[in-house]
């Protein structure tokens, strides 16, 4: 798709895997790739991707057994591809794509080439959506995938109010039922009806402001508007950010790149959205889903969002995720668990009505619990009781080591 979309996110086109893990190595090979010539792609590609290279991998191997009777699964939810987006913004086909998953060990993709703003207005813009989205799933068809679920989505990229992900709804079927010139006179209703019909819509990088710095890249403003300004806005956001059941808390290009190496805090954004998701879930009265997804445009996927599912096919994965089952980073987050007093363990996603405290568990070595933003530091206690008020309404999340758990709710109307 011919859209010019400023986050440029890379990874590694050959690394060795005995590289990645040594901070020396990825310093040397961040220093080879700026200055040897990329052979296939753009050198600010080839560079980035050596970056991605040395990030955290997640450890599934140690998780796989954990969670009966769920099975969690491993997946990226932002993954840009070549066609039907433009080259040289996006360097990777669907058959490197296919080829990184199976090597990430990912369960699930969800490919989001980016889509014009307002196409679902125009008749012609409307034919060519549909017509890649199409040419799409027909690639991944003739691909060999092996165990990883290829789920065909997109990313819609609208620069002056924010970018928002959307999966699993037909969007042939949700174009059907809402004709250009309905959708021209209440351009929300495409939202609406890719909701009705199943669709998940995310938030992308919504806190993504710009930095000050001598990169351009860095200066750009790909935040969700709502968020920061009182607008007005354009009806098809304001019905896009109603819907939205999912935020990215967790986008590895600006975890990565802009907050390491510009701010020097790889977590910054990650936990800045997640406080303000906390305040958003209390003021809206209704869940909110954290996700994550690499972001890449080149030779790198990355396991950035966890479900506790009930089988692997797209439903089930679709299910755990509107479910609330998720951890963003690592896999360790999805083993936060709460009960009431002689209660059953709940896992993450889970509500519970008229308590006044309940017990908490995780399984890492650093283990700190948030209740509407007030951390409590668990340390290495196997257990630990959270007092609540029980006239209010509490999101109940955890940072366990690497991974972020998604909320659990307590007294909450919904």
């Known amino acids: 798709m011919p859209v010019p979309a400023p986050v440029s996110v890379p990874v590694p086109a050959s690394v060795p895997v005995s590289l990645r893990a040594s901070p020396l190595a990825c310093t040397a090979l961040l220093v080879m790739s700026a200055l040897l010539p990329a052979c296939s792609r753009p050198v600010s590609h080839s560079v980035l991707d050596t970056v991605m290279a040395c990030t955290h991998r997640p450890d599934m191997a140690s998780h796989r057994e954990r969670y009966a009777p769920f099975e969690i699964l491993a ?21 490197e794509t296919v080829a990184l998953a199976r090597d990430e060990n990912l369960d699930f993709v969800v490919l989001t080439p980016h889509i014009w703003s307002n196409f679902f207005e125009s008749q012609a813009l409307r034919a060519a959506v549909s017509q890649e989205l199409r040419d799409l799933r027909r690639a991944i068809s003739n691909e060999l995938t092996g165990n990883t679920t290829f789920i065909v989505g997109f990313e819609y990229t609208d620069f002056g109010f924010g970018h928002v992900g959307g999966a699993f709804a037909d969007i042939d079927e949700v174009l059907a039922a809402v004709p250009a010139d309905e959708a021209s006179a209440s351009p929300g209703r495409f939202f609406e009806e890719y909701v009705k019909r199943g669709g998940l819509l995310i938030i992308n990088h919504p806190l993504l402001v710009p930095v000050e710095s001598v990169i351009d890249v860095a200066r750009w403003d790909l935040s969700w508007r709502p968020f920061f300004e009182t607008g007005p806005f354009p009806e098809e956001i304001n019905a896009a950010g109603r819907l939205a059941q999912g935020v990215e808390v967790f986008n590895l290009a600006i975890a990565e790149l802009r907050d390491r190496f510009l701010l020097w805090d790889s977590h910054k954004t990650i936990r800045d959205t997640f406080r303000r998701i906390d305040r958003e879930i209390v003021e809206r009265g209704r869940p909110m889903i954290p996700l994550g997804g690499s972001d890449s445009h080149s030779g790198h996927v990355r396991a950035t969002t966890f479900i506790l599912s009930r089988g692997r096919s797209e439903e089930a994965i679709r299910e755990a995720i509107l479910a609330g089952r998720v951890c963003v980073r690592d896999p360790a987050g999805c083993s936060f668990m709460v009960r009431a007093e002689r209660g059953p363990w709940l896992s993450v996603g889970s509500s519970v009505q008229g308590v006044r405290s309940l017990q908490a568990k995780a399984r890492g070595h650093s283990i700190k619990i948030s209740v509407n933003g007030r951390t409590v530091d668990a340390g290495d206690k196997a257990e630990i009781e959270i007092p609540l008020d029980s006239s209010r309404c509490s999101v109940i999340r955890a940072q366990v080591d690497e991974g972020y758990s998604g909320p659990i709710y307590a007294n909450c109307p919904f």
């Open 75 to 95: 997946g990226d939810l932002h993954v840009h591809v070549a066609p039907p987006d433009s080259p040289p913004h996006v360097t990777r086909g669907i058959a």
